[in-house]
């Protein structure tokens, strides 16, 4: 079996993910919970899928905007639901309210989600699950390997060999910053 980086460069829908966002840093709130909420829906489904859909999510949802969706009732979860253009499954939609009620309370403690990450950082990845389950609905190991190693936490996203390993590295991840027995 091919690896991502054999498979993806060339690839209409793969090829411009693994070369500008897979295991690349995110900041913002949004974008973290945007692949938080895109992870949660890959669940069961592939993510070429997900990444067809991608735009419509960030239009379904708002740009992604935490306290928007934190605010969602039955209205805006019926709209939800009758989106063709998304993942139509109550469990997951519920999953992205509820997990953006929970945002509000992290970034009232700590700030923001990034710097929720960062002060857990760095955890193996079974105490990431841990913690991941233990704070957001909808979040079991998979779902939160993939999302740590999409957005910097977790290594793994890109064989040494490939380029954009050293793109991503000059930026500095968080995962090059633990030492490599804490990840």
């Known amino acids: 079996m091919s690896s991502y980086c054999e498979m993806a460069p060339g690839h209409q829908w793969h ?4 070369e500008n966002e897979y295991g690349f840093p ?3 709130d949004h974008l973290l919970f945007e692949r938080l909420v895109l992870e949660i829906n ?3 489904l592939s993510w070429l899928t997900i990444l067809k859909k991608k735009d419509n999510f960030r239009s379904a949802f708002e740009g992604f905007d935490i306290n928007r969706i934190a605010g969602y009732g039955e209205t805006e979860r019926q709209r939800l639901l009758a989106d063709a253009g998304i993942i139509r499954n109550r469990l ?3 999953a992205a309210i509820e997990n953006a009620r929970r945002l509000v309370k992290i970034r009232h403690e700590f700030g923001s989600f990034g710097s929720w990450l960062e002060f857990h950082h760095p955890l193996p ?7 991941f389950k233990w704070t ?4 079991g190991g998979e779902i939160t390997g993939e999302f740590l190693m999409s957005t ?3 290594p793994g996203a890109h064989q040494q060999s490939c380029p954009v390993y050293d ?3 000059r930026l500095d991840p968080p995962w090059a910053q633990a030492p490599a027995d804490d990840i």
């Open 26 to 28: 995110l900041g913002a």
């Open 167 to 169: 793109k991503i590295l």
């Open 136 to 139: 957001f609905c909808f979040t």
């Open 15 to 18: 090829g411009p993910y693994h």
């Open 42 to 44: 890959q669940a069961g």
């Open 152 to 154: 910097g936490y977790l």
């Open 92 to 94: 997951k939609i519920d």
């Open 125 to 131: 990845k079974p105490e990431w699950v841990k913690l």
